[in-house]
């Protein structure tokens, strides 16, 4: 057959058919049309399928394409989500340093921006920096996160320690940090259990309280004394009186509204003393340490009140027999100034999971030496200026002749009606200071 006869075949099928279009499905059978009809018949299965496609505003291949089109932008605008979900979410722990000057403390409080906090500033760190989605940032829960201790206003810490989970993203450390203010650091990060809560696998606390020495002068002297220099015998019976708050007693006389038969107020306090005092600025400071399971709101605070107390001769040592007893005793609360969460301890996850071979212990060995440079850079700097213009420690002195130290049968009356307080932490655990 030449190419005319091809070209005339082609016609003819052309015309039995119709014009070709893709079709997706099934082949349909052309047929060849009747005498006297111009139109190819339509089998009865692709009629109710054209039928169909009208009804739903089908418009053929134009439409697939937009469609297609449009997923197609979708799916590039939310690649960069969809990389990001594929990272290995996993519960980790942070190491944090933070000078607590200017805050309402370290727990956020969701819904209230009048006072800012220093998880504020964390957690608006780790949506920017992509560890965790915005959605957790407003809910705290969905990443499991828990902090060792809930310190209150103005308290500063060296060894804080958060749990949370979080996108395992690159340099994590230093993306955090990037979007942190340079009082608040993120020092260290390890990988933990699944299940695990640093509130509740913290096994102890130790803080420190710096203070001016001559917050030890007797009452005689001058209250304001920057010259005044701390004497080896007072502070030693400093520390002898420190001692005495090792073990474990009834604390109720050391915090607010709670009763002497509450099991709540028996804490334990492995150990407590003052170290050997040191100048700085022109002024003497000395720093007591006290280790302890866990401690109540304003506890560690009126711990040294009270011992301030008696070392100037306000109070008599026997007052602290007393404390222990169901009597009130009106104990002062030192300011707020000089306390700082110092480290947090984990021993008993340390012996179980510290030397599994998948995770490492809490002991943050490699950390000290940050830790040691953030303290000389934010927060001694910052209580001994905060000190020299404000007069906290002075202010504070001038009022401990109105206190009265001795028990009253009015005071001692109706004390086991009185509730757990309202500002400690869940449990009592974590000092509120």
Not at 75 to 90: A, I, N, V
Request: proline fraction near 5%; include cysteine; glycine fraction near 8%.
């Amino acid at each position: 057959m030449g190419l005319p006869g091809l070209r005339a075949a082609a016609w003819a099928l052309r015309r039995a058919c119709g014009p070709w279009t893709p079709h997706l499905g099934p082949r349909l059978l052309c047929l060849h049309p009747m005498a006297g009809n111009g139109e190819a018949p339509v089998p009865v299965g692709a009629k109710q399928e054209h039928d169909k496609k009208a009804r739903s505003g089908w418009q053929g291949p134009t439409r697939v394409w937009e469609e297609t089109e449009q997923q197609a932008k979708k799916f590039k605008s939310s690649e960069d989500g969809e990389q990001q979900r594929k990272l290995p979410k996993r519960k980790i722990v942070l190491l944090m340093a933070y000078s607590g000057k200017g805050y309402h403390g370290m727990q956020r409080n969701v819904g209230s921006s009048k006072f800012k906090t220093i998880e504020d500033d964390l957690v608006s760190a780790l949506v920017r920096s992509g560890c965790i989605p915005e959605n957790h940032g407003e809910d705290m829960r969905k990443m499991s996160f828990q902090r060792c201790a809930r310190t209150d206003k103005g308290v500063s810490a060296a060894g804080q320690v958060v749990s949370l989970k979080v996108w395992l993203i690159d340099d994590i450390l230093e993306k955090i940090n990037s979007h942190l203010p340079s009082h608040i650091r993120i020092l260290g990060l390890k990988r933990v259990t699944g299940g695990f809560n640093s509130k509740n696998k913290c096994d102890a606390r130790t803080y420190f309280y710096m203070l001016p020495t001559f917050a030890f002068a007797h009452k005689d002297h001058d209250l304001q004394d920057e010259t005044y220099r701390l004497s080896a015998e007072t502070l030693g019976r400093v520390n002898r009186l420190l001692a005495c708050y090792k073990g474990t007693h009834n604390f109720h006389n050391f915090t607010s509204q709670k009763g002497p038969h509450e099991p709540s107020a028996r804490r334990y306090i492995l150990d407590m003393f003052c170290e050997e005092p040191f100048v700085r600025e022109g002024m003497e400071f000395a720093v007591i340490k006290v280790k302890g399971q866990s401690f109540m709101t304003h506890q560690i605070r009126k711990m040294v009140g009270l011992v301030v107390a008696i070392i100037k001769g306000y109070a008599p040592e026997s007052v602290l027999e007393r404390c222990w007893g169901e009597a009130k005793v009106d104990v002062p609360k030192a300011p707020g100034l000089g306390l700082v969460l110092e480290r947090v301890h984990f021993e008993k996850y340390n012996q179980r999971f510290g030397h599994d071979g998948l995770h490492e212990p809490l002991d943050w060995a490699r950390e000290e030496a940050e830790v040691t440079a953030f303290k000389e850079q934010h927060i001694y700097p910052t209580i001994i200026s905060t000190e020299l213009q404000e007069r906290s420690m002075a202010q504070w002195l001038s009022t401990l002749p109105v206190h009265d130290f001795s028990a009253t049968a009015h005071a001692a009356a109706g004390l086991g009606t009185k509730a757990p307080s309202s500002l400690e932490g869940s449990d009592g655990v974590g000092d509120s200071d």
